[in-house]
């Protein structure tokens, strides 16, 4: 689609949902497409400012008054849209929890399937009790476990993944680390920590982490990190992370 036409329909708010994701990934990632975005407003003003005058709206003999009112309309058309495009991508965009709860990974919960119901077990009880949507109940099996015993790192990366479910990003990343500690290189969880970031709104750590993923070929999370930094190059989401807003 030509630029112009992406523009025009931007302005008048009849964008398709493929070709949002065109604009913003244009906005986001070419200056003299923004550039053009400016340019194309102030046209838009300054044709309507032409309209007034040739229906004789700013003529000789109306004089100063319906000068200034003329010049007042279009001030108020440039405040509006200073407001409604920040307004427009606030709106329309994602947000640092929402990336984070659809791109969370939760195999090792899974498992909660495969447990045998005989197997009392702290682990399997977790599990157990997660599979019944008993979130909160696993994480105190688990906890109470861990609290004695450090020495699994298993335990600590699913009680990492039972916070997460339950939306607590910072005890996530607490147990996480305690793990990595034990085994360093485990994707699951490297990848789950960045997405507790982004659930506790610590979107600059995780940008930084997801560049490093986007840039190796050793990962299979490299596909995944690449769109996600897209999303959160968006001014809606720089927005949204400024204001606070989820």
Known sequence: MEKDTLIEKFLSQQLSSSELE?????????PDFVQEVRDYTELIISVKAAEQVTKGKLSKGV?????????YR??????????????YWVVTSTSSKKIARENFIDLRL????????????????????????QPLAAIDVLRKTVKNDESTPIKLFILG??????????????????????????PY?????I????????????KVLLAQLADSDQTPYNEKARKILNEIKTPGFRLKVWLGID
């Open 110 to 133: 899974q498992t909660s399937r495969d447990v045998a119901s005989d197997d009392t077990s702290p682990l399997n009880e977790a599990l157990r009790l997660h599979g019944q949507n």
């Open 161 to 186: 993944d039972l916070f997460m479910t339950t939306g607590q990003g910072d005890s996530a990343i607490y147990y996480y680390q305690k793990g990595r500690l034990l085994i360093e290189n485990d």
């Open 195 to 206: 997405m507790a970031m982004l659930l506790n709104r610590e979107s600059g750590n995780a």
């Open 22 to 30: 065109t604009f913003r990934e244009k906005w986001a990632n070419d």
């Open 63 to 71: 004089g100063i008054h319906s000068t200034r009112r003329l010049y």
């Open 189 to 193: 969880t490297h990848w789950n920590t």
């Open 74 to 87: 279009i001030a108020a058309v440039i405040l509006l849209l200073i407001v409604t495009i920040p307004c």
